[in-house]
């Protein structure tokens, strides 16, 4: 293994190479002005590092074979836009994720998407506990019965079912 400099068309790497891979710590940084920042494995980014894009956004965790995959937090200007568990660069288990509206959920992810248990703070105040499927609220229909509650803004709870959410059937 040696530290090195190599250099494409399209990034400059400074570490460690190995039988001519980045392998070991280093740092990329691309044209676009994206950088990483981290452990390599084979050129792949692989183990805990970070990564920053030029837009503002920066990753802070764990990725494997160049995917964010891991225990992981996001970040717009600063401000916390996602922390959790991601598989092959996709929200898997439990997270928190802040939308750029305000709305603020906290709870368990599938695929990318909302999908289980969770709570969504809604920027108007309202409050829904309850299911998730496929990145929305989850119905009496689902495969799942899920009970939901939803906080409204004059202070009552509802507790029961929901679809589309909105109150529904007995509560």
């Not at 074979?65 to 996709?90: A, M, P, R, S, W």
């Not at 997270?95 to 909302?114: A, P, V």
């Not at 803004?153 to 509802?158: E, H, L, S, T, V």
Request: charged content about 30%; overall charge positive; aromatic content about 16%.
């Amino acid at each position: 293994m040696t530290l090195e400099e190599g250099k494409d068309t399209d990034w400059v790497y400074k570490g460690i190479f190995c039988k001519n891979f980045r392998h070991g710590a280093g740092t990329c940084e691309w044209k676009n002005g994206e950088k990483y920042v981290g452990k390599w494995v084979k050129n792949k980014m692989d183990g805990k590092g970070v990564y920053t894009y030029p837009d503002t956004y920066k990753y802070d965790g764990f990725f494997k074979k160049d995917y964010k995959d891991g225990y992981g937090t996001q970040t717009k200007n600063g401000k916390i836009v996602f922390e959790g568990y991601l598989i092959d660069g996709e929200l898997h288990g439990k997270g928190r994720y802040m939308f750029e509206n305000g709305d603020d959920y906290k709870g368990d992810f599938m695929n990318g998407r909302m999908n289980g248990e969770g709570i969504m703070t809604y920027e108007n105040g309202e409050v829904y506990t309850g299911g998730w499927k496929n990145g929305k609220r989850a119905d009496c229909t689902s495969i799942k019965k899920v009970k939901g509650e939803k906080k409204l803004p004059n202070g009552d709870i509802y507790t029961g079912q929901m679809h589309d959410g909105q109150i529904w059937g007995k509560g």
